[in-house]
């Protein structure tokens, strides 16, 4: 497959400033009528190459005459003409067949509707256009379908007319003002409940608000309504930005590859974020809710009115998109609380998020995919919507808020929108942007080592050494940064010296009782500092320092790297308990729960050499839990050991099942340890929600977490009527949240037949709702008894598929993930190359991620090395790879 280069991108010789779609609908086969205006750029003679996949040509004819075979060149991926004159309409009748695309890009059907997805490169398998970001277009739609199989006809923008045709059909046309690049289309048909609010906008416009859902979803479509008014007013007043629309609607898709996609006024969404109420969805839902559609919405004015050059520059939009959720998010959960409590709200968010980080970016940045978050190059852009574009992308972002403050960083973002607003860009342009305001903020300074972030893969390392002087009391702080080539890096230039970044390294220094200590260097001083770390080492003197200092580093994340320093337990613990800064205290208790079990790992489980540790551990989350100054959801953070996939990447070689049974071993013996400390919770917990109707506020989420997280420790230490304590949560409880903290400790703890009659009554009681049956299998595959051949008999179950990207995820892909235990095993990567073989298939683009779960396998034991080795290249063996697959693959095996 060929690789594309950033370094090649060639502006489009044409402009196509409008796109007339007309589309006759039908599951089984779609005409799609295109007149498109074009306008040459270039005086030369280049040719007018359009993008087309999966379609079958009708006529083709410029300004009203039909060209014959021999005017234009077509093959499966292409369709190029001649045009002679500087300007002039092109027409394009084709059909395509959306109840055969199973790969659920460009026009699809799922259920009984009709859906499209363009992002990337999907709608050239709706018509054949010029597929790509930069080429903008203002779209005028017109939809014709069956009226009753399809009431609801949608498209971007504003309705213009709706009429009944002959035949018991229908047919509605839609404008949309704005605009746009091809990827950001959408159309949808079917048969829907809606809904629907009207809003006053900031500047007094009214806009109508529409959330659509299949026939019977309606009851559960309230909170999504509520996330998008909160989201609409939240952009108003943190960014200035208003609703550009008179109407803005989300569709609900039951099959959908990604979580959602930001079309321009007509957001289609993955049902799961969209769908929600007490009964069936969890607190955790409840909240990626909120910040998917965040999410989305924010792309209205972060990607769509300024769009991306080309998919290079993906991070332009989604980097700073998910950092604008994030904080959508963090500002959600702090409303109307006090100050400390508005930080310790704040600062959960961001626990959540930079665990995520960890858990999927830190791994990619280490192995065969590791690229900067403007890629240089790809084979297929559908596997660039990765952790790194979005997730560090949008730590970047946050750095840049950093580096310039919360009024400067808005400054950068109105300087951003003054010069692109309507424009395609890159994000050096958005770099230029905020550098303008850093630049006058701070004279002398600029963003051009900042940039390198944007250029560079890996997660660097920062090492800090400090030296105290009680006899001047100064204390010497030494920071040195390296970050070693990975993924192509590796492969271009091995030796070469990366330069070093702009990084901006936040720190705090502490007593021995855990009291801060003012920070006095160069003209800079407070409890908290935020140093310019831009050489390779750099020192900092602190003046007046009384007493050895504890340092208190990296904090609340203030960059997207790992902190290397030699703590003692003891200094760890003291952190734990008094540091001041809520972030790097969670951080210590992790660190100090982190040596525990990479100790017991790598002693095959015997808890022994750490006993120390884990007493010191006990004895620090014992304190915590008494601490009435923190938040029953900080306090469940700081309970939930690191996952194995976070602990992975600090063991070498990587032994995975030993780590498991450690992580095992330590919550049981944390579970015993604090037995009073777990029933204390748990029932203050259950105090406090007592009489509560459920709400899935962030103070009332805490609680439950909490209490959950307090009764799966005291199963797991096998505390007498623990068991009974959580089967009779799971039978009474009047919300999903407590249902699955009941019943998730019983799949995972109880005898045979207290766990199968739980499962048989789940599925029982919830058999009629997709997502909670999603959830049905994802705690069977990920429980640690579940073996492949478990796997396989939930495979031939009939509520089974793997053509539903959400029923395939909560299976196979929670399985091969995220069962340590069951999938480490020959049996296990066989089945896991059989299913990518098998998903390739039917979707592409799913199967490539399902292809990347052991993205880390040359850091095994050689043992496990070997054997999915094989299996790789039993992959790479299979005639007709699709590119998606073959990339990761090929590349893996490099
Ligand atoms: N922009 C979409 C991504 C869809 C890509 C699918 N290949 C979702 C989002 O980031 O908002
Ligand atoms: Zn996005």
């Given at each position: ?5 950033r ?19 039908a ?9 498109l ?48 004159k500087a300007?002039?309409t092109?027409?394009i ?9 199973t ?9 009984h ?9 999907g ?24 009226k ?10 504003n ?12 047919q ?34 009214q ?11 309606y ?12 989201s ?9 930005l ?19 996609m ?16 007490a ?23 972060t ?5 991306c ?10 980097g ?6 994030q904080?959508?998010?963090a500002?959600?959960?702090a409303?109307?609380?006090p100050d ?6 704040r ?12 858990t ?27 952790a ?19 009024p ?5 973002m ?19 942007a ?24 890996g997660t ?10 009680p ?11 390296r ?59 602190f ?9 208190s ?19 760890l ?14 951080e ?8 525990c ?12 050499t ?39 990447e ?10 498991a049974?450690?992580?095992?071993a ?5 579970g ?13 917990m ?29 199963v ?6 623990a068991l ?5 949560q ?7 949240t ?12 109880a ?17 009629a ?15 640690s008894?579940t ?26 892909f ?25 998903l ?15 993205d ?12 999915i ?14 590119r ?9 095996l490099?």
């Open positions: 497959a060929p690789t594309i280069l370094q090649d991108y060639t502006p489009y010789p044409f402009r196509i400033p409008t796109v007339d779609l007309t589309f006759d609908l599951p089984g086969l779609t005409q799609v009528h295109s007149r205006s074009v306008e040459r750029i270039h005086p030369e003679a280049a040719p007018l190459v359009l993008n087309g996949e999966a379609l079958n040509l009708i006529s083709i004819s410029i300004d009203g005459h039909v060209l014959s075979p021999e005017h234009y060149q077509l093959d499966d991926h292409q369709l190029i003409l001649h045009p002679e300007a002039f092109l027409e009748i084709s059909t395509c067949r959306p109840a055969e695309n790969s659920l890009m460009g026009l699809y059907q799922s259920g509707s009709l859906f499209t997805q363009c992002e990337a490169e709608f050239r398998r709706i018509t054949w256009f010029a597929d790509r970001p930069d080429v903008m277009s203002r779209y005028t739609v017109t939809l014709q379908a069956d009753t199989q399809f009431p609801h006809l949608l498209s971007n923008g309705l213009l007319h709706h009429q009944a045709l002959p035949d018991g059909r229908h509605a046309v839609w404008e949309d003002p704005h605009p746009k690049p091809c990827y950001l289309f959408a159309l949808v048909a079917g048969d829907f409940d809606c809904r629907e609010k009207t809003i006053t906008t900031r500047s007094g416009r806009a109508l608000l529409q959330v659509y859902c299949d026939k019977g979803d009851p559960r479509t309230a909170w999504a309504l509520d996330c998008l008014e909160r609409v007013l939240w952009d108003e007043s943190r960014f200035n208003e609703l550009d629309l008179d109407r803005f609607m989300i569709v609900a898709a039951r099959d959908f590859n990604m979580g959602a930001e079309n321009k006024g007509l957001n289609i969404f993955n049902s799961a974020y969209v769908l929600a109420d009964q069936t969805a969890t607190d955790a839902s409840f909240e990626a809710i909120e910040s998917v559609i965040g999410h989305e919405y924010f792309h209205n004015w990607g769509n009115r300024i769009t050059r080309d998919w290079f520059q993906l991070s332009l939009k989604e700073l998109t998910v950092f604008r959720d904080e959508f998010s500002d959600m959960m409303r109307g609380l400390s409590a508005a930080l310790s709200a600062t959960v968010k961001r626990i959540d998020d930079v665990t995520a980080l960890r999927a970016q830190f791994p990619e940045d280490a192995g065969p995919m590791a690229h900067p978050i403007r890629p240089d190059s790809y084979q297929e852009i559908g596997n660039f919507y990765t790194t574009v979005y997730e560090k992308g949008a730590e970047v972002i946050r750095m840049q808020h950093t580096l310039l403050g919360e400067g960083f808005q400054a950068g109105a300087e951003y929108f003054r010069r692109h607003d309507g424009q395609a860009v890159t994000c050096d342009d958005f770099v230029n905020m550098d303008s305001v850093y630049r006058q903020q701070a004279p002398g300074k600029d963003l051009a080592a900042f940039r390198r972030w944007y250029a560079q893969a660097p390392r920062v090492s800090v050494d400090l030296q105290y002087d006899q001047t009391a100064q204390c010497v702080l030494t920071l040195s940064q970050c070693d080539p990975v993924g192509v890096e590796k492969l271009q230039n091995p030796a070469v010296a990366k330069p070093p970044l702009h990084i901006p390294f936040a720190l705090g220094l502490l007593g021995a009782d855990g009291s801060p200590i003012l920070l006095e260097t160069d003209g800079l001083s407070g409890e908290t500092l935020v140093l310019d770390l831009t050489q390779t080492t750099q020192t900092w003197v003046k007046n320092v009384t007493q050895r200092p504890v340092p580093l990296l904090r609340n994340f203030s960059a997207p790297v790992i902190v290397e320093y030699n703590y003692t337990d003891e200094e613990a003291l952190l734990a308990r008094k540091d001041p800064e809520p972030f790097s205290r969670w210590a208790g992790q660190s100090l729960a982190t040596r079990l990479l100790a017991m790992a790598g002693k095959q489980g015997q808890s022994g750490a006993k120390a540790a884990i007493d010191l551990l006990a004895a620090t989350w014992a304190d915590i839990a008494g601490d009435a100054s923190l938040s029953p959801a900080y306090k469940t953070r700081v309970f939930t050991l690191p996952s194995e996939r976070v602990l992975l600090k063991m070498s070689p990587i032994n995975p099942p030993a780590l049974l450690a992580r095992r330590l919550r049981r013996q944390l015993q340890a604090l037995q009073d400390t777990w029933q204390t919770l748990y029932d203050d259950c105090a406090t929600l007592d009489g509560q109707t459920y709400s899935p506020d962030a103070a009332s989420a805490g609680a439950r977490a909490l209490k959950n997280c307090a009764l799966a420790y005291q797991a230490a096998t505390v007498s009527g009974e304590r959580a089967e009779r799971y039978y009474n409880a009047d919300n999903m407590d249902r699955m903290g009941g019943l998730t400790p019983l799949v995972n703890h005898p045979e037949d207290v766990k199968t009659r739980a499962l048989a009554h789940f599925y029982d009681q919830w058999q709702n997709p997502l909670v049956i999603d959830r049905w299998f994802a705690l069977q595959a990920t429980a008894s073996t492949v051949a478990d796997v396989q008999a939930l495979m031939a179950h009939p509520a089974f598929t793997l053509r539903n990207p959400n029923r395939a995820r909560s299976l196979v929670q399985f091969c993930l995220n069962n340590i235990q069951g999938v480490y095993c020959e049996a296990g990567y066989a089945f896991w190359a059989e299913q990518v073989m098998a390739d298939q039917i979707n592409p683009e799913i199967a490539a991620r399902l292809a990347r779960a052991f880390h396998w040359g850091r095994l034991v050689p043992k496990e090395r070997q054997a080795k094989l299996q790789l290249e039993k992959i790479m063996q299979r005639p007709s790879l699709s998606n697959v073959y990339e990761i693959i090929s590349k893996a490099t």
